[in-house]
């Protein structure tokens, strides 16, 4: 009995030794791979070939593992192709914005009406968005005295980090509307980069609400 239970204990410590011996393909021995590798299909890819993977292989078809392609589909995809002509839209419904980044989508811009009530949940949640994305060049109040336009002094010497950003509080800006500042926040203007890309639209009007409000204060 005494020898089984050295010999079980044995052969355990051999094969915890054996899994931790990992290098290039080669991921040490696992028990139960299928619990770790996931079988099913990733979306956002599909992989053609059928031996891809084959080191790592869970799969009652001995295929190898990343091979997860739906032949069913064209092209073996996994995740079909929308409609041809299908447009996203958004949890509002909208469209994605259409805009062009020039002089006459910025005059059209003008025209636009933000679909956003100033309420105070609107209000509140466009601060904390200011505050995310414009606060560090525009100031907490719109100022245009950020953290990042004020620059640093260094040995008694100032250094502007970002020149010429717009004090939103000034004449030349009081009068401009919000979907001027939410075509600007989409496409950036001279220094000031874009932002469409990270704020998404529903957010960049809330954004605009707010600063109409910072403007009145
Ligand atoms: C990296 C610094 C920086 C950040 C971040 C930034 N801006 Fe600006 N912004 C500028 C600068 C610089 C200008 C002046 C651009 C010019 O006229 O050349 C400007 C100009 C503007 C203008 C005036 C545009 C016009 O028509 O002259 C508005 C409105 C504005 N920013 C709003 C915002 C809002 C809202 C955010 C946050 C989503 C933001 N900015 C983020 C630097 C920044």
């Known amino acids: 009995m005494r020898l089984i239970t050295n010999l079980f204990i044995g052969a355990s410590?051999?094969?915890l030794l054996a899994g931790c011996k990992a290098?290039?393909?080669y991921q040490g021995l696992e028990y139960a791979p299928n619990m770790y590798h996931s079988v099913a299909y990733e979306p956002l890819s599909q992989i053609t070939d059928k031996d891809a993977g084959t080191f790592t292989n869970?799969?009652?078809?001995g295929r190898g593992e990343f091979y997860n392609s739906n032949q069913y589909n064209p092209y073996n995809m996994n995740?079909?192709?929308?409609?041809a002509h299908t447009v996203r839209?958004?949890?509002y419904g909208w469209t994605p914005y259409r805009g062009t980044n020039d002089s006459t989508g910025l005059r059209l811009a003008n025209k636009l009406v933000n679909p956003f009530e100033a309420s105070p949940a609107v209000l509140e949640q466009g601060k904390v968005l200011f505050e995310t994305y414009c606060k560090h060049c525009h100031g907490a109040k719109g100022g245009g005295d950020g953290k990042v336009a004020q620059g640093v002094k260094i040995d008694g010497v100032d250094h502007s980090m970002y020149p010429g950003v717009a004090n939103l509080?000034?004449?030349a800006y009081k009068n401009i509307t919000e979907g001027h500042i939410f075509h600007v926040i989409t496409y950036g203007k001279g220094l000031m980069g874009a932002h469409g890309s990270q704020v998404s639209e529903e957010d960049r009007w809330k954004i605009a609400k707010y600063v109409k409000e910072l403007q009145k204060n």
């Open 169 to 171: 509080r000034g004449d």
């Open 79 to 83: 995740m079909r192709l929308p409609v």
């Open 89 to 91: 839209r958004n949890a």
């Open 13 to 15: 410590v051999a094969g």
């Open 23 to 25: 290098g290039g393909d």
């Open 58 to 61: 869970a799969l009652d078809n």
